[in-house]
């Protein structure tokens, strides 16, 4: 990739030549092609593919220090590797939803309105009972899910405030009861396999895998989910009902 120089004040980088100060102007520079995100060559086999994107994700974490939108971005590039894109750069922040595929639509409900009725968890007409009496937006409704959004920022760009305490997968949480539908959770520390088989998702770090879900948030203090939450004081942004 050939890189320009130009003069300016503000950039980072800079290097002299002869009497005059050069920099590099970052602004200028296009995104890395996939293979590059994930540090590899681009006839990397299969293998090596999904080896250094495992490895990646895990340097990319928010549990080792990481940050949600660098695991977005190894994680949309070893996508767009996937899908068959070649070596060409992009800017994965451009990259559109292909055409024909609509936005996953979640249908939420608030555990706390169960008590409230008499409902229990594993009701088969759970949704139905909630759409027909009339709930509080914030605590039965409808929301679609962009692409690259988990389930909790889905929710919060919507103006809902889910509960949440770490924002990286390290505690319950943020955690819901996904009843209708499929999510991919990007990892798991903390729920254990019984755990994951009855449903249980965390809001954080997981995505719609299908077009339509119906979840149950606000799920924390069940058992075996309320010994894994965190206190949310702990960090500064957290959001909890406690």
Not at 79 to 94: F, L, M, N
Not at 132 to 147: C, H, T
Request: proline share 5%; with cysteine.
């Amino acid at each position: 990739m050939k890189i320009g120089f130009v003069e300016t004040e503000s950039t980072a980088v800079s290097r002299a030549v002869g009497d005059r100060i050069y920099a590099l102007d970052f602004l200028t520079l296009r995104v890395k092609s996939p293979f590059d995100i994930l540090g590899i060559d681009a006839d990397a086999d299969d293998a090596e593919i999904v080896a250094a994107y495992r490895q990646r994700v895990k340097e990319a974490h928010p549990d080792v220090g990481g940050t949600a939108r660098e695991f977005q971005r190894i994680k949309a590039a070893y996508e767009r590797i996937q899908a068959g894109y070649g070596t060409e750069e992009y800017d994965e922040e451009s990259v559109e939803e292909p055409p024909g595929r609509q936005k996953p639509e979640v249908e939420f409900l608030n555990y706390e309105i169960l008590d409230d009725y008499g409902w229990e968890i594993d009701d088969d007409d759970l949704f139905r009972k909630a759409a027909a009496v009339g709930l509080d937006p914030e605590d039965y409704g409808r929301f679609q899910v962009e692409s690259n959004e988990s389930l909790l920022e889905a929710a919060e760009n919507r103006g809902f405030e889910w509960p949440f305490a770490c924002r990286g997968g390290a505690c319950a949480n943020c955690a819901v009861a996904v009843v209708g539908g499929e999510t991919e959770m990007f990892s798991n520390h903390v729920l254990s396999s019984e755990m994951t088989d009855r449903g249980f998702r965390l809001s954080c770090i997981c995505e719609p895998a299908t077009d339509d879900m119906q979840v149950i948030y606000n799920v924390k203090h069940l058992p075996g989910l309320d010994e894994l939450r965190l206190p949310p004081q702990q960090f500064g942004q957290a959001s909890s009902d406690d």
